[in-house]
């Protein structure tokens, strides 16, 4: 009893002698919630509420007790770090530290002591000032339905971001003699989680050509107690998913470095005061383990874009990490003489960087050679830049390269298989590092080049493979155009797994359209005025021959027009899709003239000039206008009403641009089109002097 009766007294008498810290401490939480709250009430007061929209002072009140308040998170962060500091930095004395270790107290209790007076100085202020918020937000009648839940969630993040930090802030001065490292350590632990999967994640990007990323993986929201706080902020304003693991995260995280605190504090000698490191033994390790991923992130980022890249990254990681290492013995022993001196540790680093560099050179891994067994997947999925991302897709939906492939999972696999082994094989046959092969917007891009070796279009193809082990294994090849992959895409395309994600008209059903359009190629838009049943009927009908439509057809058809779907979104909202009328499609420019709206196609009389421009080889720019009636009706039936995204296997040519000027309605208009190969553009190119 008479320990307990210490111990408790103890603790009154530490938060006596900071009590400087908690009344700062308590103005600061006064002046974040209750202050910030009647200033931003008595604002929101003034404003009149939009129709369906929250009452803006219910609003207000939530951004200011909620987890979106922003100044809450920071000076809650900046006074876990200060108590922590505070707490424990008597053990960087030697007077004070005797003095502690000689009271009739465990090594246990006298952790206790400044631990829990730091957590009363931040928890009681606190509390404090959200109850006094609380009754301000009543008051001002700011007080909905949601309010409670809000405030207890948090409250209890909050806490436990607090906790978090103030156990990592103990932690560092326990590990460290002086407060220059101290700050350095705690900085140390918040960072170098991310520190460490930079390194892997650019040395990848650098060494590894098929390798495709479309999301951070799921550890990266746990490498860093502080990011992980932010996202969970962010997905619970956001409400777009649960902080429950969050939450497990945290009280995992406080509860096994707080044991590993009172462990340390238990074991730490105490003529450790004034020392960089309390246990020397540790000083090789903590050398080794910063040095490595530090001097690999320098050096990539030194050596990024340079024409002999990897071998500056050599040069470079071994003059980085020999700097470093001589640092962090400066650090240790603060003598320049022993820092410059050979260590073990400084060879270990460099020999670990070695077997690293040489293994990502030469890829023994196989990673780039990556090819299952074809027994060993489940399920296939392939994206393809210059096929899905022609189409336009209603804005509501995600229709990037992780989500479509994420939806159009197959069983039917084997032409993407083999499109898998396509890549496998040229990677193998070709120089990995190339540039040619493998630019840097494989990953990020979608494009179209041109190799300097064959001058053949490049096709960009995303592969996912779902193995039955439950794990996916993403992959990216870029591939020269052949009639191999034509062959293989064709198969694809065909395959109603992957056309259905696809084709935009999956994410747009007759029942949802409120209007209908039709875009001519003179860039008229003009509303369909017909009943419910011609506009479906239209509608069914042109989806029919979208989907029956084969990947040749849509790279050798011309493109007449845009049937433009208006959707209702949200109440006072519309949005516009445009699916593009092919030539081939008979039956649904039938049933627009039958409505009354037929797709004008060009005429010679329509049409007062063509200019034509383009680039030559050597970067002469070159520019022809037409107005030769002749000239004109040869051009026309090769002009194609082309967004200018390149296709699979297409026809249409970008070497030439065309700009058709017309006169509407006694007004010159004009439109920018484009030209499907052929007799007529061949000439076009031979009058220009285009190679």
Not at 188 to 199: D, E, K, L
Not at 246 to 267: M, R
Request: proline share 3%; net charge negative; glycine share 6%.
């Amino acid at each position: 009893m008479t320990s307990r009766n210490y111990l408790f007294n103890s603790i009154k008498e530490n938060i006596r002698r900071n009590f400087y810290l908690f009344i700062l401490i308590t103005l600061g939480f006064l002046a974040i919630f209750p202050l910030k709250t009647i200033m931003a009430l008595d604002r929101a007061k003034a404003i009149i509420p939009m129709e369906n929209e929250m009452n803006p002072v219910k609003m207000e009140f939530l951004n200011c007790i909620g987890m979106e308040n922003n100044m809450a998170t920071i000076f809650i962060g900046v006074i876990a770090v200060l108590l922590g500091i505070i707490g424990f930095c008597y053990l960087y004395s030697g007077e004070k530290t005797d003095f502690y270790h000689s009271l009739p107290l465990k090594r246990e209790e006298l952790f206790v002591i400044p631990f829990f007076s730091g957590f009363f100085m931040f928890f009681v202020p606190y509390l404090l000032s959200v109850g006094i918020t609380y009754l301000i937000g009543i008051g001002y009648h700011g007080v909905s339905a949601q309010s409670g839940v809000q405030t207890i969630v948090a409250i209890g993040m909050n806490i436990l971001f607090f906790l978090e930090l103030y156990v990592f802030a103990i932690l560092a001065i326990l590990l460290t003699g002086n407060l220059f490292t101290g700050i350095l350590a705690f900085a140390g632990f918040m960072s170098y989680g991310w520190i460490v999967y930079g390194a892997y994640h650019y040395m990848n990007n650098m060494f590894f050509d098929t390798l495709a990323q479309f999301q951070e993986p799921g550890i990266t929201k746990y490498l860093s107690p502080i990011i992980s706080h932010l996202d969970a902020l962010d997905l619970w304003v956001a409400k777009t998913g649960s902080i429950r693991g969050y939450v497990i995260y945290a009280v995992i995280l406080i509860a096994v470095v707080l044991a590993v605190d009172v462990c340390i504090y238990k074991i730490r000698p105490s003529e450790s005061f004034h020392k960089s490191v309390a246990f020397q033994k540790l000083q090789p390790m903590i050398k080794v383990c910063a040095v490595l991923p530090i001097s690999v992130l320098i050096s990539l980022f030194f050596s990024a874009g340079m024409e002999h890249e990897f071998l500056w990254l050599c040069v470079s990681v071994i003059l980085v990490s020999i700097v470093l290492s001589c640092v962090f013995e400066f650090l240790f022993t603060m003598d320049i003489r022993k820092c410059i001196r050979p260590q073990i540790s400084t060879g270990v680093i460099l020999a670990v960087l070695a077997v690293v560099l040489a293994g990502y050179k030469m890829d023994i891994l196989g990673v780039d050679e990556y090819l299952p067994e074809k027994d060993d997947v489940e399920t296939m999925s392939v994206y393809f830049t210059s096929i899905n991302e022609r189409a336009n897709y209603p804005m509501k939906y995600p229709v990037g390269a992780d989500e479509q492939m994420e939806r159009n999972q197959t069983k039917d696999f084997d032409a993407i298989y083999e499109m898998a082994k396509l890549g496998v094989n040229y990677y193998k046959d070709h120089d990995k590092q190339s540039v040619d092969i493998a630019p840097a917007f494989l990953r990020t891009q979608s494009t179209w080049a041109l190799t300097e070796e064959d001058e053949s279009v490049m096709v960009s193809v995303y592969i996912r493979y779902h193995l039955k082990n439950g794990r996916t294994v993403n992959r990216a090849y870029y591939l020269p155009e052949s009639k191999e992959i034509l062959a293989l895409a064709s198969d694809i395309y065909d395959n109603w797994d992957y056309k259905k994600t696809m084709l935009p008209t999956s994410y747009v059903s007759e029942q949802d359209i409120e209007y209908l359009y039709v875009k001519d190629i003179f860039d008229k838009r003009l509303q369909l005025n017909a009943t419910e049943d011609v506009i479906d009927n239209i509608y069914k009908t042109y989806k029919g021959e979208l989907e029956s439509m084969t990947l040749e057809q849509s790279s050798k058809d011309r493109i007449l027009g845009y049937l433009s779907v208006e959707e209702k979104i949200e109440e006072n909202y519309n949005q516009t899709t445009d699916f593009p009328i092919y030539e081939s499609f008979t039956k649904t420019r039938e049933l627009l003239e039958n409505a009354g709206q037929p797709l004008k196609e060009l005429s010679s009389d329509d049409i007062l000039s063509i200019t034509c421009y383009g680039t030559r080889s050597n970067g002469e720019y070159v520019e022809e206008v037409i107005t030769d009636k002749a000239e004109i009706e040869e051009i026309l039936p090769s002009l194609t009403y082309e967004m200018g995204h390149y296709g699979l296997g297409s026809k249409v040519s970008y070497e030439l641009n065309f700009n058709i000027l017309f006169e509407d309605r006694g007004t010159q208009m004009q439109n920018n089109l484009y030209m499907m190969e052929g007799e007529a553009f061949n000439s076009l190119l031979e009058k220009l002097n285009i190679d």
